[in-house]
């Protein structure tokens, strides 16, 4: 195609429709990628500022161990026993995802364990404590009877506000009731871990309840997949292999518990013997 043949091409274009087409495709095109940009710049900053607050949708499991420093004195170690998982990556149905979030704005100090209730609630915690067998399923270590729970443990108290699964003995967990013996038997790792030895303490109050009362409620005619599991058992039983010890990683700490007396008033965490 020569020079002329181009000329004659330009001059028969319709540019009095060409011109408005091409602008409003060219003002469709940038008005779209600034609302794509604005809206992604928004969720980054969002999730910039929760990180910043310590809102994780992180997923922890970790186990609870009792170690010998003295005569009738014991160190609180935990340690994470699986790979750190986020909320979507436990749950695949986000109507679970949305449920477990709005659960954990519910927990405070005092009733650290996630309320779940209903058949959702059950659910919540079944694939939770399933994952936590499967992934243990595979251990070296010979199998033990541990109690689980889920917990989301109270933005007063943690800076990094997460879920928490815990994992503990339950004879472990038993003496935990006595918050005499927390108190003047228990030494931790770490000062600010304080608050793990009130989580556990509450803990193990609600399993007593729990024991004395399932144990009339509960029979054996309860059938799983048609019981809707309004009421159920926010702590339970697994078969798993964990390492029977653990080593600390720092001194044992002897807790000030007089320091923290009039933060837990204000909490409203009822301690009892």
């Known amino acids: 195609m020569d020079w002329y043949e181009w000329q004659h091409w330009f001059a028969a274009m319709e540019w009095s429709r060409l011109i408005p087409e091409l602008v409003g495709k060219a003002l469709g095109f940038s008005l779209g990628f600034i609302v794509s940009w604005y809206f992604l710049f928004r969720k980054r900053i969002r999730e910039l500022q929760r990180?910043?607050?310590?809102?994780?949708?992180?997923?922890?499991?970790?186990?609870?161990?009792?170690?010998?420093?003295?005569?009738?004195?014991?160190?609180?170690?935990?340690?994470?026993?699986?790979?750190?998982?986020?909320?979507?990556?436990?749950?695949?149905?986000?109507?679970?995802?949305?449920?477990?979030?709005?659960?954990?704005?519910?927990?405070?100090?005092?009733?650290?364990?996630?309320?779940?209730?209903?058949?959702?609630?059950f659910e919540l915690l079944n694939d939770a404590a399933g994952y936590a067998a499967g992934a243990?399923?595979?251990?070296?270590?010979?199998?033990?009877?541990?109690?689980?729970?889920?917990?989301?443990?109270?933005?007063?108290?943690?800076?990094?506000?997460?879920?928490?699964?815990?994992?503990?003995?339950?004879?472990?967990?038993?003496?935990?009731?006595?918050?005499?013996?927390?108190?003047?038997?228990?030494?931790?790792?770490?000062?600010?871990?304080?608050?793990?030895?009130?989580?556990?303490?509450?803990?193990?109050?609600?399993?007593?309840?729990?024991?004395?009362?399932?144990?009339?409620?509960?029979?054996?005619?309860a059938l799983p997949l048609v019981d809707d599991h309004f009421e159920h058992r926010r702590i339970v039983l697994l078969s798993v292999g964990l390492p029977t010890s653990e080593l600390p990683v720092a001194l044992p700490f002897a807790v000030d518990w007089s320091q923290h007396a009039a933060v837990l008033q204000d909490w409203k965490v009822k301690l009892e013997s």
């Open 51 to 121: 990180f910043q607050q310590g809102d994780t949708d992180d997923v922890l499991f970790q186990a609870h161990y009792l170690l010998p420093v003295a005569p009738s004195q014991v160190q609180l170690v935990f340690r994470n026993v699986t790979t750190k998982l986020t909320v979507n990556q436990l749950y695949d149905n986000p109507a679970a995802r949305e449920l477990l979030r709005g659960l954990t704005e519910q927990t405070t100090l005092n009733d650290p364990l996630l309320p779940t209730r209903g058949t959702l609630g």
């Open 136 to 221: 243990l399923a595979t251990s070296p270590h010979p199998k033990e009877i541990w109690l689980f729970c889920m917990t989301c443990e109270d933005r007063l108290a943690v800076r990094r506000r997460c879920i928490r699964c815990f994992l503990i003995r339950q004879p472990d967990l038993e003496q935990f009731e006595d918050w005499q013996w927390v108190r003047k038997q228990v030494r931790v790792e770490k000062p600010w871990h304080w608050f793990r030895l009130v989580a556990l303490h509450r803990m193990a109050r609600v399993w007593q309840e729990e024991r004395s009362r399932f144990a009339r409620i509960e029979s054996d005619q």
